[in-house]
């Protein structure tokens, strides 16, 4: 994998920022088997890199920060693990969710209900509720979510408005799919990152990441900090995006 460039000292500054950044937060488990460590605290300090990278995207103007929390494939998992993850998402809203809401971070969830007990659905809705009016940083948790399910969802509730009558198949456009999905009104990602090395979406916001740039980090997530996020955006701003058109070199 070639090297990333060096992270400016104007990312902050003049240039202007990807708008929207999805992460896929990979690399928990074996950054605590590579220490000797069991996997739960691989995954509590994925929750302190999460913190950084919170703050990192307010300090670098960024609107939207996608983060994949949970999988809806992540149930597979042993019921300890998965225990364990709940856990964490619970001390997370209770122990952040003043924090987020002082800094003006929105919280938004996508995903499914299904599964998840009533606890924990009860602090996402205050943390959504509290948090609605905020301006500076919508942070959109993917949390027990699956894009294929996603779209088939979508899907769904057109068929059955076509089938009653209050929709014509001609109707069934690309911005009629978009508008049922979990993220209608959020922009598409312009950058998914993702750490570890690994390189595939893993079922992450297929529909939404037709014309993102991706930039696969070596590091493990709980690693994650600043340095790696302006890295990541420093590669994303070496690229001309062309959204299916030609380059201005190729015009020229």
């Known amino acids: 994998m070639a090297p990333l460039p060096k992270p400016t000292d104007d990312l902050s500054g003049s240039l202007t920022p990807p708008t929207h950044v999805a992460i896929i937060m990979d690399g928990n488990g074996r950054w605590a088997r590579e220490r000797g460590l069991p996997r739960t605290l691989g995954h509590r300090q994925g929750v302190e890199a999460v913190r950084r990278a919170v703050r990192a995207a307010i300090d670098l103007k960024i609107t939207y920060l996608t983060i994949f929390s949970f999988s809806s494939e992540n149930w597979k998992r042993p019921i300890e693990e998965i225990d364990d993850l709940m856990g964490l998402m619970k ?24 599964h998840v007990d009533s606890e924990l659905m009860n602090l996402i809705d205050e943390a959504v509720e509290l948090t609605r009016d905020n301006d500076k940083l919508t942070l959109v948790i993917a949390f027990n979510y699956g894009s294929r399910t996603e779209i088939a969802c979508a899907a769904r509730k057109l068929a059955e408005e076509v089938a009653a009558g209050r929709l014509s198949p001609s109707e069934v456009t690309v911005e009629a799919i978009a508008n049922e999905l979990d993220t209608s009104g959020i922009p598409d990602p312009d950058l998914l990152i993702r750490t570890s090395g690994e390189m595939r979406l893993s079922n992450f916001l297929l529909w939404q990441t037709a014309y993102s740039e ?12 600043k340095s790696a996020f302006e890295a990541a955006i420093a590669e994303f701003r070496s690229r001309e995006r062309r959204f299916g058109g030609l380059s201005k070199r190729s015009m020229a």
Do not use: M, T
């Open 91 to 114: 001390r997370f809203i209770r122990r952040d969710l003043a924090e987020l809401h002082k800094a003006g971070v929105r919280i938004r969830v996508i995903g499914q209900r299904s």
């Open 214 to 225: 991706f930039v696969f980090l070596d590091c493990y997530w709980p690693d994650f900090d």
